[in-house]
């Protein structure tokens, strides 16, 4: 089993920056993960993941704004993000697989099967 808890989310202004920060426990060894959001309304959203070779997946939205990391030793997720904008407001999910995502498939949804409770960010215009 894992446990995923995510931190960091908040309130901003736009052009503003936050870090999110995922904590997991348990077995986290070979660990796939990513980050996903959900604005009220809409569907849950693929932001970034990376595999356990290094390797990320950004959504284009986000590219070249956000970056996923990790910290084996802390077994921590990261989400630096910078440049917000308002419609990255959402409910933030770190997720977790032990199988590798098909190809394709790294920042959808159905690739993950642990989950934690979420951070919220709101970006103010």
């Known amino acids: 089993q894992v446990q995923l808890v995510e931190s960091g989310g908040g309130s901003v202004q736009s052009g503003g920056s936050l870090r999110l920060s995922c904590a997991s426990s348990g077995y986290t060894y070979n660990l796939y993960m990513a980050w996903f959001r959900q604005a009220p309304g809409k569907e849950r959203e693929g932001v970034a993941s990376?595999?356990?070779?290094?390797?990320?997946t950004y959504a284009g939205s986000v590219k070249g704004r956000f970056t996923i990391s990790q910290n084996y030793a802390e077994k921590t997720l990261y989400l630096e993000m910078n440049s917000l904008k308002p419609e990255d407001t959402a409910m933030y999910h770190c997720a977790a697989a032990f199988r590798a995502p098909l190809f394709g498939t790294t920042i959808r949804p159905e690739s993950y099967n642990y989950w934690g409770q979420g951070t919220q960010v709101t970006v103010s215009s």
């Open positions: 990376i595999d356990k070779f290094g390797s990320t």
